[in-house]
């Protein structure tokens, strides 16, 4: 891809990321806690909402990692690897039912809710691969620094 692709990608990430943050403030400043039942009974509602929060909290980290994962591309216009493609696709993945939840369209969050436990978990196993490949695809792109460079 080119250079302006890459930065356009850039742009569109953080712009997403500002979204995101927006949503999840609007969201957590409804009535809290939200608590409501599932209606499978399979788990406490605190134990389901415990567990989109660790959702969220695995999509952030993950979105900062593809941020820096573009910068390192953009800046020392590198090509994109398959383990970058593959965690963006599995960021994207949990993002998605992420912004779903947060942003409350059509009563989507209520039906995410009451599904129980298999959701949540199932995305925070894809979230933990993702931003693990993100990070590996990081690490592989940075530079080699050398202590000896560094220290006089």
Do not use: C, K
């Not at 891809?1 to 943050?21: E, G, K, R, Y």
């Not at 490949?133 to 006089?152: N, T």
């Amino acid at each position: 891809m080119s250079f302006d692709l890459w930065l356009w990608l850039l742009v569109l990430v953080s712009a997403l990321l500002l979204v995101t943050i927006e949503l999840t403030e609007d969201y957590l400043e409804q009535g809290w806690p939200r608590i409501r039942r599932p209606a499978d009974g399979w788990a406490s509602s605190d134990s389901v909402h415990l567990l989109w929060t660790a959702v969220g909290m695995l999509v952030f980290p993950g979105i900062v990692l593809l941020l820096m994962n573009l910068a390192v591309i953009v800046w020392r216009e590198l090509g994109m690897t398959l383990v970058l493609l593959l965690g963006s696709i599995l960021l994207a993945f949990g993002w998605a039912a992420y912004l779903l939840l947060i942003s409350q369209i059509g009563g989507v969050d209520q039906y995410l809710e009451s599904i129980g436990i298999t959701l949540p978990l199932a995305i925070v196993a894809v979230l933990l691969v993702g931003d693990l490949l993100l990070l590996v695809s990081l690490i592989s792109m940075l530079p080699d620094v050398s202590l000896r460079g560094i220290v006089p």
